[in-house]
Structure formats: C-alpha cells, structure tokens
T-cell receptor
C-alpha cells in the first residue's frame, strides 16, 4: 500500500531533551516536507526537500533540523525542544516539488508532540 | 507571500443539501490548487488537484473550480452525507517556490 508513515504517533517529552520524528514513504517520491498544525494558525511548512541531500527552509524552521540521506526517509529533529513546539506534525511527499509541476501531496497520519 | 483564506470557517447543514466551500488566494500566479479533507485527529487526504490550465475538476460528488483571475476556488459537494463531516482545506503554492500555503479550513458538519 502506498503510504507515508510517521513515528512515533504520540510523544510527550521534557524541555531540552533531543528527539527525532521519523518519516518514510514507499512511493519513490522526490519531494518531502514537514508541517506543523496549530489551532488558529493552521498548517505551516517547516522544512522541505526537493531530493536526496537537498533541503530548504519553509515558513517556520526555527528550532528544527532535517536531513535527507535516503530518498524514502526524511526525519525531523528537535535538538532542544521547547513548550512552543508542542504541536501536531505532519510529513508529506509528492512525486516532484518543482514550481510549475502538478503533483499531489500525500500526508502521513501525524505526530502529536507535547513538550512540558 | 501567498495568503489563503477560507470562508466560512464552519458550516452545519442537514443531510442531502448541496453546498459550496470557498477558498481565496492573493497571488494568482499559481500553477495549481489542491483541496484536502482532514478528519479529527487524522492526517490530510487529497481530494482534488486543479491545474491552472483547468477550470474544473470532478471526483464523484465533489467538484472544484479554479478562477485565477479573481483569486478564487470553490469546492462543491453534492447531496451531502454525514460521512462528509470533516475539515476541508485548500492549499496554493507560493509563486516561484516549492512550498504551499494552506487556508485555515472549513469545518463541515452534516447532520442526519
């Protein structure tokens, strides 16, 4: 089954304790992206990756890191989480992300992160 | 930067009604627009992707239109059902960039 998977689905952690949220897709997609969703603010893009070893900042990259060593994986790293990073996080992928190319984005099920 | 607005924020209708959800965007130099559905506590499911060369796209009871000149897209749902209850989001690309801007969504409740 074609899908985007995220782990963990739920995570409660404490301020400053490094964590990684994994994202994997099995559709051979070039483009992958991370979003966060907050009440009243909607979905905002954190980072994206056009292909392996190419990543770039979205609208809200502060406090996050990403890496794209393999095509299928795009982990989100919080080196020193803070309470304002409590949010619902989504990973997404599409065949291509180049401007002007028409490909749907497919989303993972989400990771609910709470930082106390 | 693209700004995307969705009206109304919430909508409650009885089963069987036809309804229209609205999405407006500020930068009309878009090459497509995508509509998503989000169920509570779940991820986003892509419903329709309308290319800039199209004016409409249909999938079952759903029909989405795109008018770049006016900066608007509409999602029409025919003969609504309780199973259509969800939040509907539209997303437009940021011109020249590989990023998307999402609207805040319309929360739809269809009552039996």
């Amino acid at each position: 089954e074609a899908q985007v998977t995220q782990n963990p689905r739920y995570l409660i952690t404490v301020t400053g304790k490094k964590l990684t949220v994994t994202c994997s897709q099995n559709m051979n997609h070039e483009y992958m992206s991370w979003y966060r969703q907050d009440p009243g603010l909607g979905l905002r893009q954190i980072y994206y990756s056009m292909n392996v070893e190419v990543t770039d900042k979205g609208d809200v990259p502060e406090g996050y890191k990403v890496s794209r060593k393999e095509k299928r994986n795009f982990p989100l790293i919080l080196e020193s989480p803070s309470p304002n990073q409590t949010s619902l996080y989504f990973c997404a992928s599409s065949l291509s992300g180049w401007p002007g190319e028409d490909y749907e984005q497919y989303f993972g099920p989400g990771t609910r992160l709470t930082v106390t | 930067k693209q700004e995307v607005t969705q009206i109304p924020a919430a909508l409650s209708v009885p089963e069987g009604e036809n309804l229209v959800l609205n999405c407006s965007f500020t930068d009309s130099a878009i090459y497509n627009l995508q509509w998503f559905r989000q169920d509570p506590g779940k991820g986003l499911t892509s419903l329709l992707l309308i290319q800039s060369s199209q004016r409409e796209q249909t999938s079952g009871r759903l029909n989405a239109s795109l008018d770049k000149s006016s900066g608007r897209s509409t999602l029409y749902i025919a003969a609504s059902q309780p199973g259509d209850s969800a939040t509907y989001l539209c997303a437009a690309p940021n011109s020249g960039y590989s990023t998307l801007t999402f609207g805040k969504g319309t929360m739809l409740l269809v009552s039996p």
